[in-house]
Nanobody, 122 residues
């Protein structure tokens, strides 16, 4: 069993910054892809950013140049540095990790955190 816990959300003004963190614990041999997703009220959950174990990143067009995803494999953590925040960034942010529980790692299981609220408002 794997648990993911996000932290760092809150209320910020437009143009401000937040740093989100997500820590994984439990039965973990290796974590492959890590990512951040968000869901605004009345909208479907959407992709924000992903990072491979080797550090290759991918971003949605809406956050490219403003957000930075990073990871610490030793700590089983993923981070999202959010700069130049806009009101349209307001959403619940979820972290996701692809976890294998054994050394073969032929199959991974996806785990989601509980979400952390980010509100960007004057």
């Amino acid at each position: 069993q794997v648990q993911l816990v996000e932290s760092g959300g809150g209320l910020v003004q437009p143009g401000g910054s937040l740093r989100l963190s997500c820590a994984a614990s439990g039965r973990i041999f290796r974590i492959d892809a890590m990512g951040w997703y968000r869901q605004a009220p009345g909208k479907e959950r959407e992709f924000v950013a992903t990072i491979t174990r080797g550090g290759t990143t991918n971003y949605s067009d809406s956050v490219k140049g403003r957000f930075t995803i990073s990871r610490d494999n030793g700590k089983n953590m993923v981070y999202l540095q959010m700069n130049s925040l806009k009101p349209e960034d307001t959403a619940v942010y979820y972290c996701k990790m692809e976890v294998c529980s054994g050394p073969l790692c032929l199959d991974t299981n996806a785990y989601w955190g509980q979400g952390t609220q980010v509100t960007v408002s004057s």
